[in-house]
């Protein structure tokens, strides 16, 4: 499955994608918020998505919106088994490693810096590129999930 969720920084662009998505016949679930609110807090939204994320990583995915996508991503990360990258702007490639590098399963976008096209074709490029399962990357996220564990309380 895949989730959205956003702030009121990115509430508009996660309109524009969840057109996208419908369009596609993309299968997804909206975490919100459901309507605009300037003063709401990204956390409130992000970590249900993440945590939906983690309940399944290998199947679960999640988008998630606000002004840079950082504080998303930062709160994102800090669910044991998110591995979530930022996206504010070039280069693409930026995209295809956070997956067949670092198997991110969450994609944090910052609708301040990309209009609706670039979203779209990052979110197609995101959902279309897989991990490698090499060795080498699989060692490094096995040591990332081995730290994790070990220092959450």
Request: proline share 3%.
């Amino acid at each position: 499955m895949l989730y959205l969720a956003s702030d009121h920084a990115g509430f508009k662009l996660k309109l524009d994608v969840i057109a996208f998505l419908k369009q596609a016949d993309i299968e997804f679930t909206d975490m919100g918020p459901f309507t605009y609110d300037a003063l709401d807090d990204y956390p409130d939204f992000i970590f249900p998505a993440a945590l939906k994320v983690a309940a399944n990583p290998e199947i679960n995915k999640a988008i998630i919106l606000g002004a840079s996508g950082q504080g998303e991503a930062m709160a994102a990360n800090k669910v044991t088994g998110i591995r979530a990258t930022v996206y504010y702007g070039d280069p693409e490639e930026i995209i295809t490693l956070s997956k067949i590098h670092n198997k991110a399963n969450i994609l944090s976008l910052g609708a301040k810096f990309i209009d609706k096209q670039q979203a779209i074709e990052i979110i197609k490029l995101w959902l279309t590129t897989d991990f490698t399962n090499e060795e080498r990357h699989l060692r490094r996220i096995n040591k990332i999930s081995k730290f994790e564990s070990s220092h959450r309380k």
